[in-house]
């Protein structure tokens, strides 16, 4: 397997991720895949600062992750956020999982972020290995949550 490439999301991604993103974390909570498509749309379009961005491999889209300024429903009120990590199950274990992490920090970082927040709970180890550090655990739907931090 090649090393993914991470650019910009473009227009012509934005209807693939939010396939994989209405599968991966809007199962079952009536969120659309019109509703997915004009979020991400609206966050291309944007100010610059909050952004997504996509992994390729040989030019397919396969995962991508974002940053972004408020989390859907959060119970906190920090800002800005690394939301959305998505990887296709495919295509785990070959980088591009890391790459958009730290593409996103370095992204961050140039615009003056001090301090990256995101939730997680089945990724703990992997953002552990990335420099995360976890804040606090919390309940969330019935469910563990967990509050993790990177100073860029």
């Known amino acids: 397997m090649m090393r993914p490439t991470i650019e910009a999301m473009a227009e012509g991604d934005v209807e693939v991720i939010a396939r994989l993103r209405l599968k991966a974390f809007f199962e079952g909570t009536g969120r659309t895949l019109d509703e997915d498509i004009a979020g991400l749309r609206g ?3 944007g100010d610059g600062f909050e952004a997504a961005f996509v992994a390729r491999d040989q030019s397919q889209p396969i995962g991508s992750c974002l940053l ?3 989390e859907i429903d959060s119970p906190h009120d920090l800002t800005p ?7 296709e199950e495919a295509h785990r274990g070959g980088g591009a999982g ?3 992490v730290r593409t996103v ?3 961050a970082a140039a615009a003056g972020v ?3 927040y995101l939730y997680t709970w089945q990724a703990r180890g992997f953002y552990e290995a990335l420099g995360w550090s976890t804040v606090e655990t919390f309940e969330q739907d019935g469910g563990p949550m967990l509050l993790m931090s990177r100073d860029l």
Do not use: D, P
């Open 98 to 100: 890391t790459a958009l």
């Open 68 to 70: 972004v300024r408020t």
């Open 43 to 45: 966050l291309i379009a």
């Open 114 to 116: 001090g301090t990256l």
């Open 105 to 107: 920090e370095a992204h």
């Open 81 to 87: 956020w690394l939301a959305g990590l998505i990887v």
